[in-house]
Structure formats: structure tokens, C-alpha cells
């Protein structure tokens, strides 16, 4: 019993965490938008503010998981599981638009499992995060910058989280799913706090 | 060959500006290092001196264009929202 209400307290730790690095990145993509009027950074900024806001439903769902407000708490994780499918896909459409102005668009396959709606969502994020992985490793392959590589694994880890959390959807005791779903995340977020760290620090 | 978007050859005039120093660029040196046709080179270092960006120093046989402090700090700004979008895999 102990060992779950850890369980749940490092999520929620980590929740509030993920929720100040994408809002900074949130910050950086607007100021970067404001400046060069780049759609890139639109796009960037829809992205992290519709994970914040994933990150930040998932924790009052948490909340609301505690104090027992059942209901509250599985519509505040459906609208969460929304919102990181949108953030994902902004970061995924980033991509392709990169790619289609390259004149190469791979074929995309795609296999819905509609049981509820977290699963729906789920499923479309892993969808993008696995084009967003396949991307981001072309762009390393020609750029060779370990912070891409970095932010490969970020995503991965992030890719991990949403599967494990899928799958745990569908298994009766899912503690062990969790606690390799919150590792997975907790190596996402610290790689996507490295292009945060490297943008204030040159900003000093 | 890539689409160069405006923001990009801003950023390219300003680093060949740069390399000037204190004695400034001409315009055809400009025209070669930042790969850009006259007509739009002299357009777009209108912008540029009405916004402060660089300034014109005036020799006896032509005009000859110098960064300022505020193209600096624009040119930084510029690199570092790159470098951000880079390590996303992605370009500005």
C-alpha cells in the first residue's frame, strides 16, 4: 500500500516538473514565434502548451483520484489524453512540413483500437511521437548533434510512457507497468529540459 | 536546393555585415557573401537602417554599411531560436 502512494506521489512530482519544463519550452517557442515570425515556432508553441496542459490535467486528475471524485478524476484524464495527442501532433505536423518541403512524405499506416477514449487518444500519440522519432533520427543523421540524439530519447522515453500507460489500460494489476511508465517519463522530461537548459544558458 | 526565407537572408546580410567590423562591408562584397541580387540587397538594407540594425558609414568612393549594437544582439537572438528549433530536429 506504502510503495503505491509513492508510486503516486513521484507521479505527481514529476507531473509538476514536466509541466515547468514544456511551459518554459511553451515560452521560448512564443518568443521565438514573436521575433522571427517563423511558422515553425507556431507550431512549436501549440505543441507545448497543449502538453503543459496535459501535465497539468493529469495531476488535478491525480488530485481528484485522491480525494475520490471519481468521475472528475476520468474526465480530467480523458481531456489530458487529449491534449497530449494534440501537443504530439503539432510536433509530429512540424515534421512532416519539414519533410514535404524536402519532397519526400513517407506512407503513414495507422491502426486505431477505439475501446475508450484514452486509449483513442493514447494510440493517435503514439502514432505521432513514432513519426516525430523517425524525423528527428533522419535529422540526426545528417547533422550529428548528440542534443537531436537526446531529444530522440526524450521522445522514445515519452513513446514508452504513453505504450506502457496504454497497455495498462487493458491488465488488471498494472503497479509494475506504472512504475516503468514513470521511469520512461522521468527520462523524457530531463531529455527535453537539455534545448531549455542550452537556450537560457546562451541567453546569460 | 532549399526555399531561403526572409528571416534567413536577414540573418545571412547581418553575419556578412559582421564580418566587416568596424571598417564595414560594401555593397558588393554584401552581394557575393550573402548570395542576394542588388535590387533586393539595397531593399532589404533600407529596412535595416530604418530599424537600426546596421548603419551607413560614408567613404569618399561609396557607401559602405557597419552592425550595430542592436544587430547584435538581433543576430544572437536569431542564432539561439535556431539552435532551439535544431535540437528539435527541426529549421527555422
Redesign the interface.
Known amino acids: 500500500m506504502v510503495f503505491l502512494e509513492i508510486l503516486e506521489l513521484a507521479k505527481m512530482v514529476l507531473e509538476v516538473i514536466a509541466l515547468v519544463i514544456t511551459f518554459s519550452a511553451f515560452l521560448?517557442?512564443y518568443?521565438?514565434y514573436s521575433?522571427?515570425?517563423?511558422p515553425?515556432?507556431a507550431r512549436?508553441s501549440f505543441a507545448f502548451i497543449f502538453l503543459s496542459a496535459n501535465f497539468m490535467l493529469q495531476f488535478f486528475s491525480d488530485i481528484f483520484n485522491i480525494l475520490e471524485f471519481f468521475s472528475l478524476s476520468y474526465y480530467s484524464s480523458v481531456i489530458s489524453s487529449f491534449f497530449e495527442m494534440l501537443g504530439f501532433f503539432f510536433?509530429a505536423v512540424?515534421?512532416m512540413i519539414?519533410v514535404s518541403?524536402?519532397h519526400k512524405l513517407y506512407s503513414l499506416v495507422l491502426v486505431l483500437v477505439i475501446i475508450n477514449p484514452v486509449v483513442a487518444f493514447k494510440t493517435l500519440s503514439l502514432y505521432f511521437i513514432f513519426y516525430?522519432i523517425l524525423?528527428?533520427l533522419?535529422?540526426?543523421s545528417k547533422?550529428r548533434?548528440k542534443?537531436?540524439l537526446l531529444?530522440?530519447l526524450g521522445l522514445t522515453g515519452f513513446a514508452l510512457n504513453t505504450l506502457l500507460t496504454w497497455i495498462s489500460e487493458f491488465t488488471l494489476y498494472p503497479i509494475i507497468l506504472n512504475l516503468f511508465a514513470l521511469v520512461f517519463q522521468t527520462f523524457g522530461i530531463i531529455a527535453f529540459f537539455?534545448?531549455i537548459w542550452?537556450?537560457y544558458r546562451?541567453?546569460r | 536546393m532549399s526555399y531561403r526565407h526572409q528571416v534567413r537572408i536577414v540573418s545571412d546580410i547581418l553575419l556578412a555585415v559582421k564580418e566587416g567590423h568596424e571598417d564595414g562591408v560594401g555593397v558588393a562584397q554584401l552581394m557575393r557573401k550573402a548570395n542576394i541580387s542588388y535590387t533586393r540587397l539595397v531593399k532589404i538594407l533600407n529596412e535595416l537602417l530604418s530599424v537600426g540594425l546596421i548603419e551607413e558609414i560614408r567613404s569618399e568612393r561609396n557607401k559602405r554599411y557597419r552592425i550595430t549594437y542592436l544587430g547584435l544582439e538581433y543576430l544572437a537572438e536569431y542564432e539561439r531560436f535556431s539552435t532551439f528549433a535544431k535540437n528539435f530536429g527541426l529549421e527555422i
Not at chain 1, 35 to 38: A, E, I, L, Q, Y
Open positions: 521560448i517557442s518568443k521565438g521575433v522571427t515570425k517563423r515553425v515556432f512549436l510536433i512540424s515534421h519539414k518541403q524536402e516525430a524525423e528527428s533522419l535529422s540526426y547533422v548533434s542534443t537531436i531529444t530522440v537539455v534545448p542550452i537556450y546562451s541567453v
